[in-house]
C-alpha cells in the first residue's frame, strides 16, 4: 500500500459527460501529480500541484482540469469526454519536488471507460 | 518539449537470461527514477540517480545514469518470472519542473 488513495476504482460514463477523479496524497507529501496510461502506452504527464498551487503542466487537454485543495487533496476533473479519454488514471505524490528527491508514490489509479 | 525515450518496447527472454532496457533523454537530466510496474499494478519506484556515471546495485538489478546525464539504462540478471513487468525511466530536469517518463519496456519471461 503506497498511502496514495484515489477513488472511483472505475468509472464507466457515456461520450459528452464529465467525471470527477478523486486522490488523496500520502500523509506529508505536498505534491500531487496526474498521469494517464492508456492501453499499452506509456505514462502521459498531465500536471502538478505543490501545495496547492499549479507547478508544472504537461500535455494535459483544456477538457480536463484539476486542482489540489487546502487539505491537499486534488480533483481531476474531465469534460466533455470522448472514447479515446478511456484510460487508467494515475494519482502520485512525493514529498519535496524540485530538491532532487522527486520519488513519486502512485496510487491504484481510476479505470476510465468512456462508451 | 522534453521527450524521454524507452528501448525496448518489450522484451521476450528465458527465465535465466540476461536483460536491458535503454533510456534516452532530449534534454539533460537532473536525475533519473526507475520504476517498476507489475500486470494490473501501479507504478513502483526502484531508484533514483542523480550523479553524472552513477552506477546503483539492488540483488540482480544494475542501474546506471551516462556520464551527460541523458542517458540510463537498467540491467536484470538472471531473470525470473518474478521479474515480470513494465520497467519505466523517468527524467526529472529542474529547469521545466516536469518528470517524464518513458514508453516504458515490458518483460515477459518464459519458466
Known amino acids: 500500500d503506497s498511502g496514495v488513495t484515489q477513488t472511483p476504482k472505475h468509472l464507466i460514463t457515456a461520450t459528452g459527460q464529465r467525471v470527477t477523479l478523486r486522490c488523496s496524497p500520502r500523509?506529508?507529501?505536498?505534491?500531487v501529480y496526474w498521469y494517464q496510461q492508456s492501453l499499452d502506452q506509456g505514462l502521459q504527464f498531465l500536471i502538478q500541484?505543490?501545495?496547492?498551487?499549479?507547478?508544472a503542466k504537461g500535455n494535459i487537454l483544456e477538457r480536463f482540469s484539476a486542482q489540489q485543495f487546502p487539505d491537499l487533496h486534488s480533483e481531476l476533473n474531465l469534460s466533455s469526454l470522448e472514447l479515446g479519454d478511456s484510460a487508467l488514471y494515475f494519482c502520485?505524490?512525493?514529498?519535496?519536488?524540485?530538491?532532487?528527491?522527486?520519488?513519486?508514490?502512485f496510487g491504484s489509479g481510476t479505470q476510465l471507460s468512456v462508451l | 518539449g522534453q521527450q524521454v525515450m524507452q528501448i525496448p518496447q518489450y522484451q521476450h527472454v528465458q527465465e535465466g537470461e540476461d536483460f536491458t532496457t535503454y533510456c534516452n533523454s532530449s534534454?539533460?537530466?537532473?536525475?533519473i527514477q526507475w520504476y517498476k510496474q507489475r500486470p494490473g499494478g501501479h507504478p513502483v519506484f526502484l531508484i533514483q540517480?542523480?550523479?553524472?556515471?552513477e552506477v546503483k546495485k539492488q540483488k540482480r538489478l544494475t542501474f546506471q545514469f551516462g556520464e551527460a546525464k541523458k542517458n540510463s539504462s537498467l540491467h536484470i540478471t538472471a531473470t525470473q518470472t518474478t521479474d515480470v513487468g513494465t520497467y519505466f525511466c523517468?527524467?526529472?530536469?529542474?529547469?521545466?519542473?516536469?518528470?517524464?517518463f518513458g514508453q516504458g519496456t515490458t518483460l515477459q519471461v518464459k519458466p
Open positions: 523517468a527524467g526529472f530536469n529542474s529547469n521545466t519542473g516536469k518528470l517524464i
Open positions: 500541484y505543490y501545495n496547492g498551487e499549479e507547478r
Open positions: 540517480l542523480v550523479k553524472s556515471g
Open positions: 534534454t539533460t537530466l537532473s536525475n
Open positions: 502520485a505524490s512525493s514529498i519535496n519536488p524540485g530538491t532532487g528527491n522527486e520519488k513519486l508514490f
Open positions: 500523509s506529508g507529501d505536498l505534491s
